[in-house]
């Protein structure tokens, strides 16, 4: 490994970390209106630790959700990081159980797509823990400011605080839907299929049981096809 590629990793690396890790101000703010303890905002980020499935639980706690429903929509949208484990397995083949612990922990969107971008093993391992730790003192630090600071504030502000996380969710989503991400067009039709289901089934549901649809007819909807089928 080269100086020069060992520094371009840990520049992309913690640069990428520090942008994310700034999200985590978003998720305390939304956790506090959706009537949580700055104590348990912390808990979820340090024990947690994927920004979609907290701003999906703290959603539907905030929209009058059960919490079966607000931890079912978190679980959902947080088994895309089993897949993740797999494919990243081989390349960390991470030894004893607390480093295999501490592995899983921070396997997520960006330390995954890092690890797998990285043009060889050991970069690849440089990338994921670079990655995974910038975001998560980061993401943690953000956090805790996030939730102290809609604390103090008023309550018309704190009211306005409800658009958080549709914002947030749009901020992470948006870049997967423009031109330059592979299969933009599935990933257009596929966001757009899941935004219909869950508004159509808005009136007739509690709060929550509409997020967990949405998830499952994304989940199935982006299913790896048989080669049979995509010809067809």
Do not use: C
């Not at 992470?172 to 990933?187: D, H, I, N, S, T």
């Amino acid at each position: 490994m080269s100086t020069a590629a060992r520094s371009a990793t840990l520049r992309d690396a913690i640069g990428l970390g520090a942008a994310v890790g700034l999200y985590g101000v978003a998720f305390g703010a939304a956790a506090d209106a959706a009537g949580l303890d700055v104590w348990q905002a912390m808990v979820l980020s340090a024990l947690m630790f994927t920004g979609a499935s907290q701003f999906a639980l703290v959603g539907v706690l905030g929209a009058g959700g059960s919490a079966a429903a607000a931890v079912g929509s978190a679980l959902l949208l947080g088994t895309r990081n089993t897949v993740y484990g797999v494919r990243l397995a081989p390349l960390l083949s991470p030894r004893g159980l607390l480093r295999r612990a501490a592995t899983a922990h921070w396997v997520i969107d960006e330390t995954t797509a890092m690890a797998v971008s990285a043009p060889d093993r050991q970069l690849g391992r440089l990338a994921f823990w670079a990655t995974g730790a910038t975001i998560y003192l980061g993401w943690n630090l953000m956090t805790l400011v996030g939730a102290l600071g809609a604390a103090a504030l008023g309550g018309a502000a704190r009211a306005a605080l409800d658009a958080v996380v549709p914002a947030a969710f749009l901020a992470l989503l948006w870049p997967r839907l423009r031109k330059g991400f592979p299969e933009a067009q599935v990933q257009r039709r596929v966001a757009l299929g899941g935004a219909v289901v869950a508004l159509v089934l808005t009136p007739f549901v509690p709060s929550g049981v509409q997020v967990i649809a949405a998830v499952v007819a994304v989940a199935l909807a982006g299913r790896p096809r048989p080669k049979a089928e995509e010809g067809a």
